[in-house]
């Protein structure tokens, strides 16, 4: 029988990327990962979901404990390192989505605790560059 706990007990963020709904995270529980497994993109390590299925996993993880939250600023989110040059230690694993612009290594991060690890190694924050939104 599935253990159930207060919902939004942990806050996963989620972006809304050409139109499909992205978000990273390590859930616990068989249960869980076998209602979400037809949306993991297993190239990527990323969770995606079309917009019509949004709402009915957005309830489910919450039955488990899980608030998935939509970010809707997300350029507070995006680091950027020029091509080429030393990336952030952890930028991959941090990164639910990585696109190249202009020269630059843009990485959608997976939460502001991911932003400041990177830009202390070096990245930056997509707000201080020229860069238009990439995401």
């Keep these: ?3 159930f706990r207060r919902a939004g007990d942990e806050r996963v963020n989620v972006f809304e990327v050409d139109e499909t709904y ?9 249960d869980v990962f076998d209602r979400l497994k037809q949306y993991y993109n297993n190239q990527h390590y990323r969770f995606e979901v079309p917009p019509d299925e949004f709402e009915d996993i957005r309830s489910f993880l919450a039955d488990y404990g899980y608030g998935l939250v939509i970010v809707d600023a997300i350029d507070e989110f995006v ?5 080429y040059t030393t990336h952030p230690e952890n930028i991959f694993k941090q990164s639910v ?3 190249s612009v202009d020269g630059y290594n843009c990485f959608l991060l997976t939460d502001q605790t991911a932003v400041e690890q ?3 190694e070096h990245a930056t924050r997509l707000t201080e560059t020229d860069l238009s939104h990439p995401f």
Excluded: C, D
Aim: no cysteine; proline share 0%.
């Design 118 to 120: 990177a830009t202390r």
């Design 22 to 30: 992205l978000f990273k995270h390590y859930f616990e529980g068989e």
């Design 97 to 99: 989505i990585q696109r």
């Design 79 to 83: 680091v950027v390192v020029e091509k």
């Design 1 to 3: 029988m599935a253990e």
